[in-house]
């Protein structure tokens, strides 16, 4: 293992070094680039600052090239053990919920098109406004949140609200780095998904709304083309279809 710290740790610093020498960084740009490290510790901001510039990047690496759907970066915002829903698989939410309702169906199956059966899709989204319960002022704990299990058929549905585009934090330093180079703090209205099956690798991935604004410059470089979805009028609300398609597990599960 050291012999590979040794070669990814080295290969980070020496990049370092080289953009110092080639942009002729200044012993001031030095002291407020190491003033905002520990800016960024002391506001709890490294989950969000990885996720926000550095995930992406992993993630292609990590699955670009796997078999069946697309996935995208976790993001900072989930929580384990949302309740599992049962019929008819609305999301918790606030009673006066803003937001258009939507129906969300689709089936879970193998890259064969095979269904899977009790297949679970956990799933987290920000409310209308662009706020997370559990991280933002405004919705209650758990809204928004949820899992649901594929039938026997590997279909799926549940009922939420389209969310809305937000911002990452623009108070802190990882929103003070964004200002100051004059990038766009905004990632496009999107729902998160963890779709799980027994045998089968993990799918972490993101369904983006086609209407929402930045689209084209989400902060966190997450939109892939295959991963917008078209929600449609249906039913006094709207609804959307989405397949997922998992690979196997890489290491197949010891009996
Ligand atoms: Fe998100």
Excluded: C
């Amino acid at each position: 293992m050291s012999d590979r710290a040794n070669q990814v740790i080295s290969d980070i610093l020496r990049r370092i070094h080289e953009a110092i020498v080639e942009n002729d960084v200044t012993y001031e740009e030095y002291q407020a680039a190491k003033q905002w490290f520990i800016d960024v510790g002391e506001a709890g901001e490294w989950p969000l600052f990885g996720d926000v510039y550095i995930e992406h990047a992993v993630e292609e690496q990590a699955f670009g090239n796997r078999a069946g759907s697309q996935g995208t970066i976790l993001g900072p915002f989930h929580l384990p053990d949302a309740p599992l829903l049962d019929a008819p698989f609305e999301l918790p939410h606030r009673p006066d919920e803003p937001g258009d309702r939507t129906r969300v169906t689709g089936r879970v199956t193998d890259v064969d098109d095979n269904p899977l059966p009790n297949a679970n899709l956990d799933i987290w989204q920000a409310d209308a406004s662009g706020a997370y319960s559990g991280f933002m002022p405004g919705p209650p704990d758990g809204n928004l949140r949820g899992q649901v299990r594929t039938d026997a058929d590997g279909r799926y549905e549940y009922v939420t609200v389209i969310p809305g585009p937000y911002t990452i934090p623009l108070d802190g330093p990882t929103g003070r780095m964004t200002a100051a180079a004059d990038w766009s703090p905004w990632r496009p209205a999107h729902i998160h998904l963890i779709v799980s099956a027994e045998g089968y690798e993990p799918l972490v991935t993101q369904l983006f709304i086609d209407t929402s604004d930045h689209l084209d410059n989400d902060v966190a470089s997450a939109v892939k083309e295959e991963l917008i979805v078209h929600p449609e009028r249906a039913d006094g609300g709207l609804a959307f279809t989405y397949d997922f398609a998992l690979a196997p597990a890489r290491t197949p599960a010891v009996a």
